[in-house]
């Protein structure tokens, strides 16, 4: 049984730092596409980024590029967002998500890709 567990959630001022963790278990991680997505109240989930089952490909949406980073720890089957000079805009809840296989060969980022899901970890930027 797949599960996704994320940690590292809270409140910070625009301008601050987060750093998301995603625990696997009941699979291959390594094998895996994984992703963050993100849902804020009343706006449908947009991928945030992904990366690719050796860690050296990476996709990321306009609105995070320079301030996000996706990485991942393959022997400790865990996934992190590091999230750098946050704005207010990014306040959401943020899932990590796994792949069935592989990422796809386009960039988009959709859920649709991804199988299996965490229940989410609440990010809050004041301004």
């Known amino acids: 049984q797949v599960q996704l567990v994320e940690s590292g959630g809270g409140s910070v001022q625009a301008g601050g730092s987060l750093r998301l963790s995603c625990a696997a278990s009941?699979?291959?991680?390594?094998?895996?596409?994984m992703g963050w997505f993100r849902q804020a109240p009343g706006k449908e989930r947009e991928g945030v980024a992904r990366?690719?089952?050796?860690?050296?490909?990476?996709v990321y949406a306009d609105s995070v590029k320079g301030r996000f980073t996706i990485s991942r720890d393959n022997a400790k089957n865990t996934l992190y967002l590091q999230m750098n000079s946050l704005k207010p805009e990014d306040a959401a809840m943020y899932y990590c998500?796994?792949?069935?296989?592989?990422?796809?060969?386009?960039?988009?980022?959709?859920?649709?890709?991804?199988?299996?899901w965490g229940q989410g970890t609440q990010v809050t930027v004041s301004s």
């Open positions: 998500a796994a792949a069935a296989g592989g990422c796809p060969w386009w960039n988009t980022l959709r859920p649709r890709d991804f199988a299996y």
């Open positions: 009941g699979y291959t991680y390594s094998s895996r596409c």
């Open positions: 990366i690719n089952t050796g860690g050296d490909s990476t």
